[in-house]
C-alpha cells in the first residue's frame, strides 16, 4: 500500500462534535481550506487533514489505515471494540477530549419496580449498543433480549417492541419526555482521539506526537 506523507484526521461532519472538534484541532494550531464537497479538509499550515463523516465510520477508518486517527465518543469507539470482527485490528483511545460527555444507560418505564439488574431477566432492551449492553448484561449474570434499533431508542417501550431501553443520556430530558427512569450507567462517555494501537514510525508518527503535545497542552489549560 502506498503511504501518505499526510496525517489524515477523521471527524464527525456534522453533528454533536463538530464544533467543538474543529475548535480544538484550531486551538492545537491547525487551520483547514473546506473543499466544496466538504468530505475532506485540506490542511493549510501543518500537514493534516481532515475526512469528515459520519461518527460511526470513524473506528473502521482508522481500523483500515485510511486515516490515522479519528475523534469520536468513546461510546463509539468502545461499541466497534466489542462488535467488530477478530480480524481487525484493535484500536487505542489516545486522549481524552473534554466534550460530547454523555453516558450510556439503562431506562426503565418509569413504574415499572426497579431494584437490581437481575430484575432485568427475561425482558427485552432496545438500543443502538448491543456490544456494550450484551457485555454489561454478560457482567452482570444476566440473561436478557437485546432488540438492536438504529435510532429513536426512547419509544421503544411504547411502541411494544421493547420493555426497556439502554441509550445515550445527557441531561435526561429525553427520558423524562418519554416516562423513563435511569437506573443503571453503564459507560461514562466523552470524545476521545483513537488511533491505532501502534502509532507510525514515520513523519506521521512525528506529526501525531506533536499533535498529542499540543493536545495535552490546551486541555490543560482548559481543565
Ligand atoms: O450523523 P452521525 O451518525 O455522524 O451522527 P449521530 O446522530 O450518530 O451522532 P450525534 O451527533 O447525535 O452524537 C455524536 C456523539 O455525541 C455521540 O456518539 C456521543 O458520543 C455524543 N453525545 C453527547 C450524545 C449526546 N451527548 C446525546 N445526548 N449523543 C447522543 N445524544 C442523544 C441521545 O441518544 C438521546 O437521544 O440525545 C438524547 C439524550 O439527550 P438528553 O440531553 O435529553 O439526555
Ligand atoms: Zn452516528
Do not use: H
Amino acid at each position: 500500500m502506498k503511504t501518505r506523507d499526510r496525517l489524515r484526521i477523521a471527524m464527525q461532519k456534522s453533528g454533536r462534535l463538530t464544533e467543538p472538534a474543529l475548535e480544538l484541532l484550531k486551538r492545537c494550531g491547525l487551520t483547514f481550506r473546506q473543499s466544496r464537497d466538504k468530505l475532506f479538509c485540506f490542511g493549510e499550515g501543518e500537514p493534516v487533514d481532515l475526512l469528515l463523516v459520519r461518527d460511526d465510520d470513524i473506528p473502521g477508518l482508522i481500523a483500515q489505515g485510511v486515516c490515522d486517527l479519528g475523534i469520536v465518543g468513546r461510546n463509539v469507539l468502545d461499541e466497534f471494540a466489542l462488535t467488530a470482527g477478530r480480524d481487525v485490528a484493535p484500536l487505542a483511545e489516545w486522549r481524552a477530549l473534554g466534550f460530547g460527555r454523555c453516558r450510556l444507560s439503562i431506562a426503565v418505564p418509569q413504574e415499572m419496580d426497579y431494584r437490581a439488574p437481575s430484575d432485568l431477566a427475561g425482558l427485552r432492551i432496545a438500543t443502538s449498543y448491543p456490544g456494550l449492553l450484551g457485555a454489561w448484561l454478560r457482567g452482570q449474570g444476566v440473561g436478557a433480549g437485546v432488540v438492536t434499533l438504529a435510532g429513536s431508542v426512547e419509544i421503544a417501550p411504547r411502541l411494544g417492541t421493547a420493555d426497556l431501553i439502554c441509550d445515550l443520556v445527557q441531561s435526561g430530558g429525553t427520558l423524562a419526555a418519554n416516562q423513563l427512569r435511569e437506573t443503571e450507567v453503564l459507560l461514562e462517555s466523552e470524545a476521545v482521539l483513537a488511533g491505532p494501537q501502534t502509532l507510525p514510525a514515520d513523519e506521521r508518527g512525528d506529526m501525531i506526537e506533536l499533535l498529542f503535545r499540543r493536545l495535552d497542552g490546551v486541555i490543560q489549560v482548559r481543565e
